[in-house]
């Protein structure tokens, strides 16, 4: 008679529809009569039906952050486990474990991802060079602080009525700048956050440029401006962290850029991308 | 599920020791000039390990690859072959640090798979400046498959490919070769070449030059704060160059009803056009120079143009430098 042990690993091949003929009717005929195994059958299935059922989630950035933070967090646990049990853990696949943690959305990416960490495996025998010095970038860099995106500056440029104006819209907060030069994590945890600012500094830039201009323009034209400039500006301010912000602090760019050196108020929507997807 | 479990299986006994360092029944990729750097030179401080891994398509195939190294180069070769063939380089000061930089591979049920390089934290780790180590990604992907790729100081190199890419970096370069479909590119301070792209291309830098040769999709944009815009061998319908402190030389064929416009605030505009019907040019500057072509006519919005050959179609060139000067040539 066939053991449990023995139809657990086929459960998988079984509930795909993968097994056929005998192998999959000795299966079937186990799970009549074990209810250990049919209860362990029937949540699988409801995990799948759930994940069907689930919409296909478009995953930000930082649920991937997300992820990773975890997962490390896991592994330095796992760290200080017997080696045996490493080996054991290492390659578990992390659906399940993950469901609870991330909820219906990190749950769908981890079923739809399979996620697996690749650890290092075959030691080279040629090695290569260092990395050379991190982001090198000489703009000044302030930070993105959201709630200010649409107040003006103290710092880079002067500010004009209404809604938007043109004077550096992207407050500073010397914590998300700071370079962390004490541990490679810590530093890659900021790199988002300095990026952004790099992004903002030149907005700021380009919009304190823009200030004299701006004045010489007759009212129709830099209301039209203004409006323009803070559907950017809330796009940049609702952005999260990461590469969506940097890709509306792009598009603001390019807008500013448009607007002083090509007078082209009405829309940067001439560029390449789609309307709705602005670089 | 089955095509993940499939995947899974495939991954797992790569990593078991079986991988081979080079893909298995992988063609060579097709000819071209576009030459993607070696492996980086040997260290002869510090540990090192590399490892190759196959990842084969079961079912649904690779469509859609998203890389993000933050901690060194990446290298994207299409070829034509279905499978994905990864090649990883690490460098750290020591095996303790080795074991914190991780490589996570995600194949999807929907074609695509994401790469991804972090280091590890804890409290019990000692603290390792991020210079002092490297993960660097050599990547074979089957040509057909669309590259979102990021890195920040590290390069970001992409070649033979037919979807196209969107390409990201901070301060590293990019480099983009024999590429169809459309490209994004937007780097702060990575100097960016493309060569060989035959599809729309939109590039975006800060503070870096930015080079194009033998472009000819439909439409070219490429902007750039402060840095150059050279280009060369450009035939798209549309160009659209801009820098705000930079100069900009391109060499272009215009076509019927095409456009063509470069601006700039303070760097000089040089643009030599091969032309092929009538084209109207029409250039702002602190100095405007038509050449041989003439003496253009003064429009009372403070323009220069001048029409060459037939007005039937004839495309439009708009030359702009408000602090720079404007050349104009005709290569015949």
Redesign the interface.
Known sequence: MIRCEEIEPQL??Y??G?LEGPAGSVVRGHLRGCEACRAIATDEAAL?DGLRALPAADVPASM?AGV?AR???A??ADAERPSWRRAVAR?T?SVRRLAPTFGAVGLAAAA?????????????E??????????????PIPALSPDTALAPSDRTAPSFGGAAGVGGAHGSDPRLVAPS????????AH?AA??SA??AA?AD??AA?LADVRSGWPADRRQQFDARLADLRIAVAGAGEG?GR?RAL?AE??YL??A???DEIASND????APGRL? | ??R??T??VL??TA???R?SAEPKAVAPAAKSDCTLPA??????T?A??????DLSPSGHPFTHLVVDN???NVTVEGYDGVAIHIE????APDDDT?????????????GTV?I?S?????R??R????????V?LFIRAPRNAHVEA?A???KLDIANLDAGGDL?T??GPISVCNVSG?V?T?S??GATRLQQVFG???A?A??ADVDLDTITGE?L?A?V?RGSIAGRRVRSRTV?L???DGRIRLEAEVALHGRI?A???GGDVDVRLHRHGGVVVRAQGAKVDFGALGVPAVLADGWRQIALGAADAAAMVEL?S?HGNVQFVIVE
């Open positions: 998988t091949a509930l795909d993968e799948r991937w990773q997962l490390a967090a592994e330095v390659w696949p739809a991802a399979a996620l697996i960490v690749w650890r290092a495996h075959g030691r080279a040629d090695a290569v060079a260092p990395a050379p010095p991190g982001v090198a970038i000489t703009v030069d004490d541990d490679v994590t810590a530093d890659l790199e300095r990026t790099a992004y030149t830039n380009l440029q590469r940097q792009r760019i390019r850029q448009g002083l050196i090509r001439r560029v390449l991308a670089r | 599920m089955s993940i479990a995947s899974l991954v797992l990593a078991a020791g991988a492996a980086a030179l040997a260290s002869k510090g090192s390990e590399s490892s190759g891994l933050p901690l060194g990883t380089r690490k460098h080795l074991e914190r930089l991780r490589v996570s591979l995600i194949p999807s049920a929907d994401r991804t972090t280091a590890d934290g804890g019990e780790v603290p390792v400046a991020r210079g002092a180590v490297r660097d990021a920040s100081a590290g990201d901070a301060s459309e994004f937007h702060l301070t729309s291309v939109d975006q800060v503070q439409r944009v902007t704060d659209q801009t820098t705000t416009s601006a700039s605030l702009r408000q």
